[in-house]
């Protein structure tokens, strides 16, 4: 530890410091108790939680958790989400990353005010995109499918994705590809083989910010997606509420399982996923 | 005959370039310029969308003679301004002193860190219905916070009063958007190299000093583009309002968002001109006051860590 804070800490005083830490561990179950609220509720019936809403549940009914899964549609709202967020990535992947190389490494004139152009659309409302879009999907039936709401996805996810993308290959020595192009590659062939190999933690950095911010996206899916076989997961959770209405016991399980996935990858990546989505943030 | 050798070497370098170029670009016309600029022409137009077939008649500028008019927008543009304005100084505040705490790095903190960051990763939807949960009238966790120290004369339905729902919205994306100000502002304030701080402290500067003084300076840049982050985001603000209030009670939590949302396909699915014209307005406002941020903190570049 720095000295200047030892020293801070040394005169702080004892009393300060326990006031400091005790004020963060009640910001730290601010922030948390929210989530362990529902996890108590979804293992109590709606009978018990209306009579002692805060009780421990010492008698788990884990029977809530069967019963959503069975007799709601949350499967299909995971594969359907799966689809969407999975196919947006992977050819937000290869088209961003493609423009971002081009971007970094063959400039041309006016390629920099392509590219600010392109950038600047993250400030763009998605209702000044909606009702055009709504229009163009119909025209090429991709209305209420998940493969037109992908596409959508892509275009909306591009700009941050190249911006990530072209910091990170203007990082890479240009000695590399000098090499290679001595060696007869040509540039299709040095963007595969090895620029996209080098490019491996930006590219992961894309896919956690992409898949956060897309496996919880909800104004595109909502306005977009009609049909209940093609709900994805956030659609699926509004559906289930609405559906098990009053029905606290169930709709706490259903909400649980919404997001288990999601916190399960994050106990195991925490730092992969924090790193990440701060880098989109700032280069943003 | 150097000058053609060079000449069709730069037309092939453009040609790869523009290999490389046309999945993005296309992507990029399709899905935003085009879209962009029908909803910028929809403003001017009584758009009817009938089976599939839309008629078109010019109105200049009466659209927007309607948004200025419309009560209601008036309201919604109140109400999220209110948002976007409030957020930044309640989330990056907190977030930089979360971010002080942890910078000295005691036994709690990496398991805080991890902690604090965490409502970023939840779908804003199941967010809203929990947080809806907490604010219910009868059982709700802050009605029964309040009653247990004493204050119930404060009870109430949270979400059901024109007076308390925005705010308490606005508390609800302040839960979830600190933590993740606080890893930014984290990282800020650890790049600043420790003699600094140390020569700061030999001075005889207090530790409010210190970070008005030395800390607040060095990062500001890095504060400038959290406030624009945040502002912006506030200003889209759609997610939340859906699964909790959906504008209500009495338009109190109607953003620009939701009301154009409901105009241009909940209430009269046919016109979408109206609907365009207030999006466009609304997409104005935004880039000029974000240009206006952006001016009055100036020096802006980028953190790079």
């Known amino acids: 530890m720095n000295s200047w804070l030892r020293k801070y800490q040394q005169n702080g005083g004892l009393v300060a410091r326990l006031a400091e830490t005790l004020l963060m561990l009640g910001y730290t179950l601010f922030t948390f108790s929210p989530l362990a609220w529902v996890f108590t509720m979804s293992l109590k019936d709606t009978a018990t939680i209306r009579n002692s809403p805060y009780s421990i549940p010492l008698d788990p009914r884990w029977a809530n958790y069967t019963d959503v899964w069975f007799t709601s549609n949350y499967s299909q709202y995971f594969i359907n989400s799966g689809y969407a967020v999975g196919l947006a990535i992977a050819i937000l992947i290869v088209v961003g990353a493609m423009a971002a190389y081009a971007f970094a490494r063959m400039p041309f004139r006016g390629s920099e005010f392509i590219f600010m152009a392109i950038f600047a659309s993250i400030m763009l409302p998605a209702q000044v995109l909606l009702i055009p879009l709504f229009q163009l999907l119909v025209k090429y039936s991709l209305i209420n499918t998940l493969t037109g709401l992908a596409l959508v996805y892509v275009a909306v996810q591009l700009p941050m994705a190249i911006y990530i993308l072209r910091s990170f290959f203007a990082q890479i020595p240009r000695e590399l590809a000098e090499a290679a192009r001595m060696d007869g590659c040509g540039e299709w062939k040095i963007f595969w083989k090895i620029m996209m190999p080098i490019a491996t933690p930006a590219i992961s950095t894309i896919l956690i910010v992409n898949f956060v911010a897309l496996w919880n996206e909800f104004i595109f899916a909502v306005i977009f997606i009609q049909d209940e076989s093609k709900r994805t997961l956030p659609l699926g959770v509004m559906k289930f509420v609405g559906d098990v209405y009053e029905d606290l016991g169930h709709m706490a399980a259903g909400l649980v399982i919404s997001i288990i996935p999601v916190l399960l990858l994050y106990v195991f990546f925490s730092e992969k996923f924090i790193k990440g989505m701060s880098a989109g943030a700032v280069k943003g | ?292 941020i952006t001016r009055a903190m100036q020096k802006k570049d980028t953190l790079e860590y």
Request: aromatic content about 14%; charged content about 15%; hydrophobic content about 55%.
């Open chain 2, 1 to 292: 005959m150097k000058s053609v050798w060079k000449n069709r070497k730069r037309l092939r370098a453009i040609n790869t370039a523009a290999l490389f170029l046309t999945p993005a670009l296309l992507f990029y016309a399709l899905f935003i310029v085009f879209p962009l600029l029908q909803s910028l022409v929809f403003g001017f137009f009584k758009v009817d969308i009938l089976g599939g077939e839309a008629t078109y008649h010019f109105v200049g500028l009466d659209n927007y003679r309607a948004v200025i008019d419309d009560t209601v927008f008036w309201q919604a543009a109140k109400n999220t301004l209110v948002w976007a304005i409030t957020s930044p100084f309640l989330e990056i505040p907190v977030g930089l002193l979360l971010a002080l705490y942890l910078q000295r790095g005691t036994r709690l903190t990496k398991f805080m860190r991890v902690l604090w960051f965490m409502p970023v990763l939840l779908p804003q939807i199941v967010v809203g219905i929990i947080w809806a949960w907490i604010y219910n009238s009868e059982w709700g966790a802050l009605n029964q916070i309040l009653k247990t120290i004493g204050l119930e004369s404060w009870m109430r339905a949270w979400l059901g009063h024109p007076d308390t729902a925005l705010p308490a919205l606005i508390v609800v994306t302040t839960w979830t958007w600190i933590g993740f100000n606080m890893i930014i502002l984290l990282a800020a304030v650890s790049s600043i190299p420790k003699d600094l701080l140390e020569a700061a402290r030999l001075d005889g500067a207090t530790r409010v000093q210190v970070l008005r003084r030395v800390i607040i300076p060095l990062i500001r840049p890095v504060i400038a583009n959290l406030m624009i982050l945040c502002f912006i985001g506030k200003m889209k603000v759609f997610d939340l309002i859906w699964a909790t209030t959906q504008g209500g009670p009495m338009w109190s939590t109607e953003t620009v968002a939701t009301y154009t949302v409901k105009r241009a396909f909940y209430w009269n699915t046919f016109e979408k001109g109206y609907p365009s014209a207030m999006a466009t307005t609304w997409f104005v406002i935004i880039m000029a006051i974000s240009l206006l």
